[in-house]
């Protein structure tokens, strides 16, 4: 078994986790203007990645330049990792690779603790994503937990680049954002994104 094996109701059973009554987590969040920069190459790259439709377009030219987006406004401060194998516990099938993991340590050359937010890119639904997103989130836990560098909440998006779903883990109660953010709106995913890290640094 491994991540992309988890369905919701696959990875709330096996790991006995209570999902919280929906709430909009995270209407309140300030926006962040985006930079010049950012918006230039969503204007470019997002009608080019719908249309090719595929997840590996739509993970390169939006979702990658939205994360390192948030690195800088960080000042580099947080380090961001893309496709590595993340396989923290093969008996619980928590093993494969993260399509994006943000951890507040500010080396960027090994995945070190805490890890504070996971982001699965899926090329159509992002529902698909969830189930898996949890089961990265999940294996997060562990792995800060093992390090000594535990934090009270890990973070995730479930994303197709077009439309983003956050979620957020704590101790084995998962709640679940009833909104979906647009590329559009990328202030808000910004800012939420943003106050993740805020709220952990």
Same mark, same amino acid.
């Given at each position: 078994?491994?991540?992309?094996?988890?369905?919701?109701?696959?990875?709330?059973?096996?790991?006995?986790?209570?999902?919280?009554?929906?709430?909009?987590?995270?209407?309140?969040?300030?926006?962040?203007?985006?930079?010049?920069?950012?918006?230039?190459?969503?204007?470019?790259?997002?009608?080019?990645?719908?249309?090719?439709?595929?997840?590996?377009?739509?993970? *390169? !030219? $939006?979702?990658?330049?939205?994360?390192?987006?948030? @690195?800088?406004?960080?000042?580099?401060? =947080?380090?961001?990792? %893309?496709?590595?194998?993340?396989?923290?516990?093969?008996?619980?099938?928590?093993?494969?690779?993260?399509?994006?993991?943000?951890?507040?340590?500010?080396?960027?050359?090994?995945?070190?603790?805490?890890?504070?937010?996971?982001?699965?890119?899926?090329?159509?639904?992002?529902?698909?994503?969830?189930?898996?997103?949890?089961? *990265? !989130? $999940?294996?997060?836990?562990?792995?800060?937990?093992? @390090?000594?560098?535990?934090?009270?909440? =890990?973070?995730?998006? %479930?994303?197709?680049?077009?439309?983003?779903?956050?979620?957020?883990?704590?101790?084995?109660?998962?709640?679940?954002?009833?909104?979906?953010?647009?590329?559009?709106?990328?202030?808000?995913?910004?800012?939420?994104?943003?106050?993740?890290?805020?709220?952990?640094?």
């Amino acid at each position: 078994m491994s991540y992309s094996s988890f369905t919701l109701d696959s990875v709330k059973t096996k790991f006995q986790l209570e999902i919280a009554i929906p709430t909009n987590l995270f209407c309140d969040m300030a926006p962040v203007e985006p930079s010049a920069h950012l918006t230039t190459e969503l204007a470019r790259n997002v009608p080019v990645a719908l249309a090719i439709g595929t997840e590996k377009a739509r993970s *390169e !030219m $939006i979702v990658g330049d939205v994360l390192l987006e948030l @690195r800088d406004h960080f000042d580099q401060q =947080i380090s961001l990792f %893309s496709g590595i194998d993340f396989s923290v516990d093969a008996e619980k099938g928590l093993t494969g690779v993260c399509d994006f993991l943000v951890s507040l340590s500010p080396v960027p050359f090994v995945l070190e603790a805490p890890i504070i937010v996971l982001v699965e890119a899926k090329k159509d639904d992002v529902l698909e994503g969830i189930g898996q997103c949890v089961a *990265e !989130m $999940i294996a997060a836990q562990q792995f800060n937990a093992e @390090r000594g560098n535990s934090i009270s909440c =890990i973070y995730g998006v %479930s994303t197709t680049g077009a439309d983003w779903r956050f979620l957020k883990l704590e101790g084995q109660k998962l709640h679940i954002d009833t909104e979906f953010y647009s590329i559009h709106a990328c202030d808000k995913i910004l800012g939420i994104l943003a106050s993740m890290v805020e709220q952990k640094a």
